[in-house]
Nanobody
Framework: VQLQASGGGLVPTGGSLRLSCTTS????????MGWFRQAPGKEREFVAA????????SYADSVKGRFTISRDNAKNTVYLQMNSLKPEDTAVYYC?????????????????WGRGTLVTVSS
């Protein structure tokens, strides 16, 4: 399974971006999917997750109310809409495919990882 994240870029504080993650296999529609991020000098951290049907989502406290995760299984794509961006959101964002169908916040629950896309929020 290959995952390809896209949509990163440079935005000012308060701006918005939508990240996309396209998978290479249809079976991804049976898996939970997640977004994680890693800032320079920091560990990778959980951002958001969604279960296989899209009915259950989970968010890190730092992004609740600003970010929205969604998926379109017909397109094998997961999205992360990011609004009201802050400089502390600057990081490389990774999408990942879970071992189960659930929305997991634990990195150990993910088997497939894509290349990241860089998001930079200027102050």
């Amino acid at each position: 399974v290959q995952l390809q994240a896209s949509g990163g870029g440079l935005v000012p504080t308060g701006g918005s971006l939508r990240l996309s993650c396209t998978t290479s296999r249809r079976t991804s529609s049976n898996n939970g999917m997640g977004w994680f991020r890693q800032a320079p000098g920091k560990e990778r951290e959980f951002v958001a997750a969604i279960n296989w049907r899209g009915a259950d989502t989970s968010y890190a406290d730092s992004v609740k109310g600003r970010f929205t995760i969604s998926r379109d299984n017909a397109k094998n794509t997961v999205y992360l809409q990011m609004n009201s961006l802050k400089p502390e959101d600057t990081a490389v964002y990774y999408c990942a495919g879970a071992l189960s169908s659930a929305a997991s916040a634990n990195t150990r629950g993910y088997r497939y990882w894509g290349r990241g896309t860089l998001v930079t929020v200027s102050s």
